[in-house]
Nanobody
Framework: HVQLVESGGGVVQPGGSLRLSCAAS????????MAWFRQVPGKEREVVAA???????TYTDSVKGRFTISKDNAKSTLLLQMNSLKSDDTAMYYC????????????????????WGQGTQVTVS
């Protein structure tokens, strides 16, 4: 059973920062393509960033230079550091895991990941 638990969302002013965390089982953490997606009502879920088992990363264009995806190996936790937040970043953010390798190219990842967290809301206002 794969369990992904997100935390760290909240309300922040434009220009501020937040760090999202996604706790996963050690096996999932080590052997999966992991990613952050986001979704706003009425729009499709979109990838924000992904990290593969070899450490390679993918970012959607709108967050490049502002967001950083990383792993805390000691805690088997996926992280998303979000800086210089904008109102357009307001969304529900989801942690996802899938069998490797990540199916990503040019800042886009196929969204049919097998495992999802419950989501954490980020509001920039």
């Amino acid at each position: 059973h794969v369990q992904l638990v997100e935390s760290g969302g909240g309300v922040v002013q434009p220009g501020g920062s937040l760090r999202l965390s996604c706790a996963a089982s050690r096996d999932t953490y080590r052997s999966s393509c992991m990613a952050w997606f986001r979704q706003v009502p009425g729009k499709e879920r979109e990838v924000v960033a992904a990290i593969d088992t070899d450490g390679s990363t993918t970012y959607t264009d709108s967050v490049k230079g502002r967001f950083t995806i990383s792993k805390d190996n000691a805690k088997s936790t996926l992280l998303l550091q979000m800086n210089s937040l904008k109102s357009d970043d307001t969304a529900m953010y989801y942690c996802a895991a899938d069998y490797p390798p990540c199916r990503c190219s040019g800042g886009y990842c196929l969204p049919d990941f097998h495992f999802w967290g419950q989501g954490t809301q980020v509001t920039v206002s």
